[in-house]
């Protein structure tokens, strides 16, 4: 039962919805873009080996992480779209939120058992760490043209992503202080663990604890959705159903149909830096010991937080001033650069230029694109279905780039090789945005 009445545009709602970002992007910082990385390479190199034995075969730490990072993202794409389209039938789809909120935060707790010894436990917490974030996001993401009008899910998109910045920045500085300083916090040298790695894993139980305990705030708010009108009682065929329902919808939607074309091809190259800058550091760069690769490694990463908070803010300005279309294009060039840079990084100060340069364009294609996608949606109750399409387009490309990334990596042995392939991505879909709007005189952009 909704403790609130819920309404469209309304500004505490609104700030509610977006504190769901501080609440679950502490998870996206300090589990697939930090702490957590880091922790993965100590392992490997700790334990003196390159390769574990998994799965029947034997896999480097590099591939190994990125081909389960595409097996997460694979289930996700695939689960995503039916939980979405069943949440729009039976009306509650907070419930699923809270239900993936939880198993995200459980799973994030569970990885302070991560080790060798226990691989498998450790990996399968992993893998339903990112089902839990990402599911969950998505389900929050389809809130937005239910909670807010046109004109304000710029500004209240940006908003978020930039509380999640702050929020996670806040956190990931507590856990650094952990790992920098771990007998600060009482945390000492046990039998075969550092206590560098110890308060690692005290961090990841933080992020659960944070996660679990501030999204709170936003399933206080948010309504529990819109229930279907339809007799039909098989819920999962009805999901099916709904699913094919709003793909005859995108027949007619030209400009929606070529917007996810671009966008699959653009954010396939997105997530996929951002679920392996660190790992490309973490090997790459040249450090000149591990205390020295522990700390340049969370400061590049609080430096891209820190320049993400300014690239959002600065993305919404242009896009009011210019289209969003446009603007997505501009910094689908920017992306290109980076990547071409990305191959020629040697030394700390290349990767925290890269950092600051990657900070400024990450949160602002994340926030312009979660918008736009929004404005280009029909009137419709059916926005968990529609945001489906958006989210099975992000996983899928996921899926493809985090798997290539790995290939061409295992292939040819380094992970340099990697980025050139991903600026291709980023070129295609600057290519693919200058399409949206030639059909007809765009509205948004």
């Known amino acids: 039962m909704d403790r609130t009445i819920a309404i469209k545009g309304d500004r505490k709602l609104l700030n509610a919805?977006?504190?769901?970002?501080?609440?679950?992007?502490?998870?996206?910082?300090?589990?697939?873009?930090?702490?957590?990385p880091i922790f993965y390479g100590a392992l490997f190199r700790v334990a003196e080996v390159e390769k574990v034995t998994v799965f029947g075969g034997e896999i480097a730490r590099a591939p190994l992480i990125s081909y389960l990072t595409s097996a997460a993202f694979l289930f996700i794409a695939i689960i995503t779209p039916l939980l979405s389209g069943i949440a729009d039938y039976v009306g509650n789809k907070k419930v699923f939120m809270k239900f993936f909120c939880y198993l995200g935060g459980l799973s994030c707790i569970g990885l302070y058992w991560f080790s060798l010894d226990n691989i498998y436990l450790g990996l399968t917490c992993y893998f339903f760490g990112l089902v839990g974030f990402w599911v969950s996001?998505?389900?929050?993401?389809?809130?937005?043209?239910?909670?807010?009008?046109?004109?304000q899910q710029d500004r209240i998109s940006a908003k978020g992503f930039s509380m999640g910045y702050i929020g996670s920045v806040i956190l990931l500085l507590f856990n650094l202080a952990m790992v920098m300083k771990p007998d600060l916090f009482g945390i000492q040298d046990s039998v075969g663990e550092a206590a560098e790695l110890k308060a690692m894993k005290y961090s990841f139980v933080s992020v659960g604890i944070w996660w679990i305990g501030f999204a709170q705030y936003t399933f206080f708010h948010l309504p529990k959705g819109y229930k279907k009108e339809d007799k039909r009682t098989n819920v999962i065929l009805n999901g099916f159903r709904e699913l094919k329902g709003v793909w005859h919808q995108l027949g007619n939607e030209t400009k929606l149909k070529r917007y996810l074309g671009a966008f699959f091809v653009y954010s396939m190259a997105v997530q996929t830096?951002?679920?392996?800058?660190?790992?490309?550091?973490?090997?790459?760069?040249?450090?000149?010991?591990?205390?020295?690769?522990?700390?340049?490694?969370?400061?590049?990463?609080?430096?891209?937080?820190?320049?993400?908070?300014?690239?959002?803010?600065?993305?919404?300005?242009?896009s009011k001033a210019f289209g969003n279309i446009p603007t997505l294009i501009v910094i689908n060039l920017l992306w290109v650069s980076i990547c071409i840079y990305a191959y020629f990084l040697i030394t700390p100060m290349d990767f925290y230029i890269a950092a600051g340069c990657v900070g400024m364009v990450m949160g602002g294609i994340q926030a312009l694109s979660r918008s736009t996608y929004s404005k280009f949606i029909p009137e419709t109750t059916d926005t968990t279905s529609f945001f489906s399409f958006y989210d099975v387009a992000e996983k899928i490309g996921i899926v493809i780039g985090t798997f290539l990334y790995g290939f061409v990596a295992q292939f040819t042995g380094s992970m340099r090789n990697s980025t050139i392939f991903l600026g291709l991505f980023f070129l295609i879909g600057m290519f693919l945005l200058t399409r949206v709007n030639k059909t007809k005189k765009a509205s948004i952009g």
């Open 17 to 36: 919805w977006a504190f769901y970002d501080w609440a679950n992007s502490v998870y996206s910082l300090v589990i697939a873009s930090a702490i957590f």
């Open 137 to 151: 996001f998505a389900i929050n993401n389809s809130y937005l043209p239910d909670i807010a009008f046109p004109e």
């Open 273 to 318: 830096v951002m679920l392996i800058a660190t790992y490309f550091g973490e090997e790459e760069i040249n450090w000149g010991s591990d205390g020295e690769r522990t700390t340049g490694l969370i400061t590049s990463i609080l430096v891209i937080q820190i320049v993400a908070v300014l690239g959002a803010t600065l993305t919404a300005k242009a």
